[in-house]
């Protein structure tokens, strides 16, 4: 991956880009030497086995749930979500489910309260065979309990208790929480979100893993992808690391007034990624009053509704654009000199070029219009560079926020919703 900062260097001072890159190297040396506010969440940075669990036992339980299950459903909300579902819209495709596979189709329940939102999946799924995959740290997030229970009790009524529990895989704490009881109360055989690792980190854990692995996606690439890319950005010179001259133009631009970072991609295949990337920098640099606020739009789709306001509207902020070099596939504009419809002059020229003008007019557009703006390419739509770009972020993201001043590994804001909701719900110890 490459990141061109030039269209957001243009509108800050060289000396203030260049104090920021230097606290964005002291960043580092934070979150490396575990020195930082919330250090004791940072394992991620190493991609090993403490993170990863065993690679080889994942690989080999989603052959298992391949070889029994048309569709799979995946339990889990926040952390525990965003990242397997960015990766598989990313590898796969947002139109995975209803291509020609042999792999099974795989839905996302858990992260709404939604009685419509699980009832259409257990619709979906009809009689077909299928296999449940749980997933939440703290073992106690209602939203995918509730999934759970309903999920859990199709399976028990299509085949018995002991046959349900065979297609029951639970993700998570390796000791605490009641899924984690209830798993070995049932025998479901179950991974571990690794103790060193927050939610929003986790796709690279069984957490992401194990999803992925079954709807066949290289997980092994995928790993790779993240861990060259971070090993890279640990030890590579300030001029040379991307991560780091990032961390420091996105503070650099918030401490001249920027509110809003707007992730901009120009891939349907992309929209889950800004999802997770919403998460990733909301969750982690929104406290103490301070960040910024992480947005994201689909071009084009939103260049004809938000183009608007980003082109005109108040001038609060910065966009990242992502923008993928190779597509999978390469559509040409067919010739047609039959019928006017004004297009001839494109004829022959692919989508995939026409996509990269697209980025190069709102790149010149949003920069004339006040908004500076950075790119990070990736070369190819595969688990690999999907891997890498997941890394830079996520390396970024610990730098930046040790740069703003927080803790980036915490979200103790998430709670205070859950106590009013536990209270409303009646549930034992929270009441009035
Ligand atoms: O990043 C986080 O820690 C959160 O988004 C959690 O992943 C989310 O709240 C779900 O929590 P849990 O996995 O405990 O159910």
């Given at each position: 991956?490459?990141?061109?900062?030039?269209?957001?260097?243009?509108?800050?001072?060289?000396?203030?880009?260049?104090?920021?890159?230097?606290?964005?190297?002291?960043?580092?040396?934070?979150?490396?030497?575990?020195?930082?506010?919330?250090?004791?969440?940072?394992?991620?940075?190493?991609?090993?086995?403490?993170?990863?669990?065993?690679?080889?036992?994942?690989?080999?339980?989603?052959?298992?749930?391949?070889?029994?299950?048309?569709?799979?459903?995946?339990?889990?909300?926040?952390?525990?979500y965003?990242?397997?579902?960015?990766?598989?819209?990313?590898?796969?495709?947002?139109?995975y489910?209803?291509?020609?596979?042999?792999?099974?189709?795989?839905?996302?329940?858990?992260?709404?309260?939604?009685?419509?939102a699980?009832?259409?999946?257990?619709?979906?799924?009809?009689?077909?065979?299928?296999?449940?995959?749980?997933?939440?740290?703290?073992?106690?997030?209602?939203?995918?309990?509730?999934?759970?229970?309903?999920?859990?009790?199709?399976?028990?009524?299509?085949?018995?208790?002991?046959?349900?529990?065979?297609?029951?895989?639970?993700?998570?704490?390796?000791s605490?929480?009641?899924l984690?009881?209830?798993?070995?109360?049932?025998?479901?055989?179950?991974?571990?979100?690794?103790d060193?690792?927050?939610?929003?980190?986790?796709?690279?854990?069984?957490?992401?893993?194990?999803?992925?692995?079954?709807?066949?996606?290289?997980?092994?690439?995928?790993?790779?992808?993240?861990?060259?890319?971070?090993?890279?950005?640990?030890?590579?010179?300030?001029?040379?690391?991307?991560?780091?001259?990032?961390?420091?133009?996105?503070?650099?631009?918030?401490?001249m007034g920027?509110?809003?970072?707007?992730?901009?991609?120009?891939?349907?295949?992309?929209?889950?990624?800004?999802e997770?990337?919403?998460?990733?920098?909301?969750?982690?640099?929104?406290k103490?009053?301070?960040?910024?606020?992480?947005?994201?739009?689909?071009?084009?789709?939103?260049?004809?509704?938000?183009?608007?306001?980003?082109?005109?509207?108040?001038?609060i902020?910065?966009?990242?654009?992502?923008?993928?070099?190779?597509?999978?596939?390469?559509?040409v504009?067919?010739?047609?000199?039959?019928?006017?419809?004004?297009?001839?002059?494109?004829?022959?020229?692919?989508?995939?070029?026409?996509?990269?003008?697209?980025?190069?007019?709102?790149?010149?557009?949003?920069?004339?219009?006040?908004?500076?703006?950075?790119?990070?390419t990736?070369?190819?739509?595969?688990?690999?560079?999907?891997?890498?770009?997941?890394?830079?972020?996520?390396?970024?993201?610990?730098?930046?926020?040790?740069?703003?001043?927080?803790?980036?590994?915490?979200q103790?804001?998430?709670?205070e919703?859950?106590?009013?909701m536990?209270?409303?719900?009646?549930?034992?110890?929270?009441?009035?």
């Amino acid at each position: 991956m490459k990141l061109n900062i030039e269209n957001a260097l243009a509108f800050v001072e060289k000396s203030d880009y260049d104090s920021l890159l230097n606290e964005a190297v002291e960043g580092r040396t934070t979150l490396l030497t575990r020195t930082g506010a919330g250090h004791e969440f940072t394992d991620w940075f190493d991609v090993d086995e403490k993170v990863t669990g065993d690679v080889d036992d994942i690989i080999a339980t989603a052959q298992q749930i391949q070889d029994m299950s048309e569709v799979f459903v995946v339990i889990g909300v926040g952390g525990s979500y965003l990242g397997a579902r960015a990766a598989l819209e990313f590898i796969n495709s947002p139109n995975y489910n209803l291509m020609s596979k042999n792999t099974p189709e795989v839905y996302f329940a858990g992260n709404y309260m939604s009685s419509d939102a699980i009832a259409e999946i257990l619709a979906i799924i009809g009689n077909r065979d299928f296999s449940i995959n749980v997933i939440s740290k703290s073992g106690t997030t209602t939203e995918p309990a509730i999934a759970f229970r309903i999920f859990r009790e199709r399976l028990e009524q299509k085949y018995g208790r002991k046959g349900a529990a065979s297609r029951i895989f639970v993700t998570t704490d390796k000791s605490k929480g009641a899924l984690r009881k209830v798993s070995q109360e049932k025998g479901y055989k179950s991974f571990v979100v690794p103790d060193g690792v927050g939610g929003r980190y986790s796709v690279i854990s069984p957490v992401g893993l194990l999803p992925l692995a079954v709807a066949g996606v290289d997980i092994k690439a995928l790993l790779k992808g993240t861990r060259d890319a971070i090993e890279h950005f640990k030890v590579a010179p300030a001029e040379e690391n991307d991560a780091l001259k990032y961390a420091a133009i996105r503070n650099c631009l918030y401490r001249m007034g920027k509110k809003v970072e707007i992730f901009a991609d120009f891939e349907p295949a992309l929209r889950f990624t800004g999802e997770w990337w919403k998460q990733l920098f909301g969750e982690s640099e929104g406290k103490e009053g301070k960040a910024l606020f992480p947005a994201s739009v689909d071009y084009s789709a939103d260049l004809h509704s938000m183009g608007q306001y980003i082109q005109q509207g108040e001038r609060i902020m910065l966009e990242t654009f992502v923008v993928v070099e190779n597509s999978r596939t390469a559509l040409v504009v067919p010739h047609d000199a039959e019928v006017d419809d004004e297009l001839e002059y494109l004829a022959g020229k692919t989508v995939l070029w026409a996509n990269s003008q697209v980025h190069a007019a709102v790149e010149k557009a949003h920069f004339d219009g006040g908004v500076p703006n950075l790119t990070v390419t990736i070369k190819d739509m595969s688990a690999m560079s999907f891997g890498e770009l997941i890394g830079f972020f996520m390396f970024a993201c610990g730098v930046s926020g040790y740069v703003l001043g927080i803790n980036p590994f915490d979200q103790p804001g998430v709670e205070e919703y859950k106590k009013n909701m536990y209270r409303m719900l009646g549930k034992p110890g929270f009441t009035d």
